[in-house]
């Protein structure tokens, strides 16, 4: 069973709706008449939130979603103080739906909403698709500064150059603040699994943050800018997570962010290794395989299916094999992938068995991510010279530092590294609040 749910204010934003119940998927833009939408409802943190005020002869645009019925007290929870209640809506394309809708009757603040609430609101009526008249004349209003960390603003595919270049700007060659590669985003936005992808919200603090929250795992992964603090961006996504938020990519060497945490009641709960090859200093072995055997790009979209079996049976994947190719042919054809960079070990009845696909960065630090070999093909040596010819492909390109990073617990993954000329650099540590369980 499923409700038809109306929105019109940042649950406009797909991320955001989704982030409370993820089976939520636009049905269309519709009207609800006799209605006006303001910026009056007193949110939680003194801000003014979007409201729907009785008004005769007025008009409030914004989409519906069908939500599964088991997901109704999530919204509820979602929007304390309001009052649900039903009304019809007329739809765009026509016809017209009963849908779920919330109000605020107390009277209202005089606060203006904070900058990323309305960023949050424009965001979703843009990407739906609202009338520009429409939106100009009710949800552009005047914003204040959110108090913990102002200019955060959801942040899509649109953004993911400006996301990279924080993300570039605090790459450091010495261990510190860990900052997850510009590559690293670039994959986690373009092969997202698209059984969670909509629980996963990007934001972004023009020139100073980066910020990913996953509304399933409340995971917490936030990035500053070289010289910007990050314990703020933290703060302010603990704030939307209720303070539930587990806090991930955590170097031991930030002594800053390790006492930040400590003293907060947080404790580590998992711990990646991070490991580094200096390209220039240390010799890389020649790639060693038994005749027949080729090391090269993978040959487009001829030999996907095939690199998603070698991918599925390497990391275990649970996912239907045809979505399976499917998230991995998006991969190929977005713009962040180069064909060049997604290398492979392919025996001479033409099985890859090893594929691992590298990020450059103008850092001259390059990222590995992924990398796997098939179970059929594991402890014969492909990864080994796949890896190896990998490597000196990264430094033909200028690269002068290698990175990559795995579990700790996955002692097949941290023996190959080590195993294979890798030096570890530093462990990375995702950390719990005691008191969330």
Partial sequence: MSFIYFAYGSNLWPEQLCSRCPSATPAGRATLSGWRVAYDKPGMDG?????????????????????????????????????????????????????????????GTDRPPSDWYLATVLAGARHHGLDPAYIEAHLEVEASPDEVHPGMHPAGEAALGSMQDILASSLRPAPGRYTIHPGDLAWWMRHED??????????????????????????????????????????????????????????????ELVDYLTAGDYEPIHTDRLYHWELNDVEIPVPDLPPGWELRPIRSEVEADERRRASHGAFASTM???????????????PVYDQERDLVAVSPEGRIASFVVWWPDVSGIAQIEPFGTHPAFQRRGIGRALMYYALERMRAAGMARTRVITDESRSDATSFYGGVGFQEMDRVRWWRRRSSG
């Fill in 47 to 107: 801000t003014a939130k979007m409201n729907l005020r009785s008004s005769p002869g007025s008009v409030a645009r914004g989409v519906v979603y069908e939500v599964d019925e088991r997901e109704r007290g999530s919204l509820d929870e979602a929007e304390p103080g309001y009052t649900p209640f039903h009304e019809e809506v007329a739809l765009d394309a026509g016809g017209s739906l009963d849908a779920l809708t919330y109000r605020w009757d107390p009277a």
């Fill in 194 to 255: 698209p059984r969670r992808a909509r629980q996963t919200s990007y934001w972004i603090s023009p020139g100073r943050a980066v910020l990913v929250i996953d509304a399933d795992s409340r995971e917490i992964s936030a990035f500053s800018a070289e010289g910007e603090p990050v314990i703020p961006v933290i703060e302010w996504a603990q704030r939307r997570l209720r303070g539930l938020g587990e806090v991930g990519w955590v170097a031991d060497s930030d002594g």
């Fill in 320 to 334: 239907d094999h045809q979505a399976h190719l499917e998230r991995y042919l998006r991969f190929m054809r977005s």
